[in-house]
Structures are given as C-alpha cells and as structure tokens.
C-alpha cells in the first residue's frame, strides 16, 4: 500500500493526512523581499513538522510553541494580499500576519513571512 505524503508548507515537513493533498504547496515561506527562502533559512524549515487537525494547520518545531492556522479562511481582505516570486513565478498570495512572520522568524534566524497562495492563483510548483 503506497501512502502518499504532501506538503502543506513549502520546505517544512511532509503530511501524510487523506486531507493533505487539498493544501499541498498552499503556505511559503518567504523573505523580507518576497523571494522563497534559501540557503540555511530553507534548511531550517525542514525541522518543522506539519499535520492537520480538525480545520487547522498544526505546525511544530524544536523549541517553539505550536502554532495553528485555520485551514479555510475566505480571502477577501485585500490589504493583506501581495506577490512573492517563486524561482521565475510571480504569485498571489495572501499574508498570514505578525504572529506567523515572528514564528518563523525564531525558525529560520532571518525576517520572513508565512503566505498563503491566494485560491484563484495560478502557480505551480
């Protein structure tokens, strides 16, 4: 039996939930210009772990208290709405706020934010 495994945030732990496949690749972590990380910030993210539990987005790292977003949120605050470049790909993407940009910021040593890719994007990872 083949289990398959997604990942909900780009470069953080996988998730093996049925649900999982619906939120693949919908949260970056990107840097204070809009870039997906890389170098060690991106190697850091690999310590988070990552599950859904009833509607959230559980997330974990050593160290740091969990953090839970709501899994299905309607996107209709504009001002929270920017774009961010993954490699050649500009996308639309929904920022999810101080709290999230301070945890991550304690994971990877470096300014971040955490976004979520806006549901009538068009991006392919």
Same mark, same amino acid.
């Given at each position: $039996? ?6 909900? #945030?780009?470069?953080? /732990?996988?998730? *093996? ?12 972590? @990107?840097? !204070?210009?809009?870039? !997906? +990380?890389? /170098?060690? %910030? *991106? ?7 990552? *599950?859904?539990? $009833? ?7 050593? /160290? $740091?208290?969990? $953090?839970?977003?709501? +899994? ?7 001002? #929270? ?5 993954? /490699? ?7 920022? *999810?706020?101080? #709290? %999230? !940009? ?12 955490? #976004?979520? @890719? ?8």
């Amino acid at each position: $039996m083949t289990i398959d495994v997604f990942y909900p #945030v780009a470069g953080c /732990g996988a998730c *093996e939930h049925h649900l999982a496949s619906d939120y693949h690749y919908r949260w970056l972590v @990107v840097d !204070a210009s809009g870039c !997906a +990380l890389g /170098g060690r %910030a *991106e190697l850091a993210l690999q310590s988070v772990s990552v *599950e859904i539990r $009833m509607g959230y987005l559980v997330l974990r790292a050593p /160290g $740091m208290l969990r $953090m839970d977003l709501p +899994l299905d949120v309607i996107e209709d605050d504009d001002s #929270v709405r920017r774009t961010v470049s993954v /490699g050649a790909q500009k996308v639309d993407v929904v920022d *999810e706020g101080d #709290v %999230a !940009a301070v945890w991550f910021g304690h994971v990877t040593d470096t300014p971040c934010r955490l #976004v979520k @890719v806006h549901p009538d994007a068009d991006f392919r990872p």
